[in-house]
């Protein structure tokens, strides 16, 4: 509540966008992201996205707009 943190990664540094989702997971409509950017931290996951299939789609579309593909 009195501490708060974040971290950006420009579209530029993403490498790759996976999702993973198990059976229950599936059933309620969620997942685990992870995305893998050219940094000192590498891979970050994230837990319990909803419609995580779609949000893995969109934002390789957005890398690959921003890279030109």
Known sequence: VLRRSGRDIPLTR????????????RLVGAGTLKISAASE??????????????????????VRAVQGR
Do not use: M
């Open 41 to 62: 931290q590498g891979t970050l996951t994230f837990v319990d996205i909803p419609h995580v299939h779609q949000t893995s789609l969109r934002i390789n579309e957005q």
């Open 14 to 25: 993403i490498n790759d966008v996976a999702f993973e989702q198990g059976i229950v997971d």
